[in-house]
Structures are given as structure tokens and as C-alpha cells.
């Protein structure tokens, strides 16, 4: 279990996307439960919009 838990943390934070990644996991594993809806939920809304403002380079087309 433990290795797949480290190829995880490998491939999410070795390309582009880390800091979303990183707050992702940060809220899901925090317990933060807001008007009673799962903290996986607010883990991806709140890493997108953290990825969206602060990674803008990331978004952009790959040629």
C-alpha cells in the first residue's frame, strides 16, 4: 500500500499542476466539511481555484 501511495505523490507532483495537487490533498486530508459536504469535494474545488489563479502558465496549450 505504501508504494502505490508513493508512486502517487510521484507522479502528482513531478509535471505540472503541483501546487493544486498539493492543496487538493492538503484540504481532503484536513477534515474541512462545509454545510456538511465531504472535504473530497472542497479538495478539488478548492485546488482548482488555487491551480487557476497562482498556476496560469500551466493552462496554457502544449504545443
Request: net charge negative.
Given at each position: 500500500?505504501?508504494r502505490a501511495?508513493?508512486?502517487?505523490?510521484?507522479?502528482?507532483?513531478?509535471?505540472?499542476?503541483?501546487l493544486g495537487?498539493?492543496?487538493?490533498?492538503?484540504?481532503?486530508?484536513?477534515?474541512?466539511?462545509?454545510?456538511?459536504?465531504?472535504?473530497?469535494?472542497?479538495?478539488?474545488?478548492?485546488?482548482?481555484?488555487?491551480?487557476?489563479?497562482?498556476?496560469?502558465?500551466?493552462?496554457?496549450p502544449v504545443?
Open positions: 500500500m505504501l501511495l508513493l508512486q502517487a505523490f510521484v507522479t502528482a507532483f513531478s509535471t505540472r499542476f503541483t495537487a498539493l492543496t487538493t490533498f492538503g484540504v481532503t486530508i484536513s477534515g474541512l466539511s462545509i454545510w456538511n459536504i465531504h472535504p473530497a469535494f472542497w479538495g478539488l474545488v478548492i485546488g482548482y481555484a488555487i491551480s487557476r489563479l497562482l498556476e496560469p502558465a500551466d493552462y496554457a504545443d
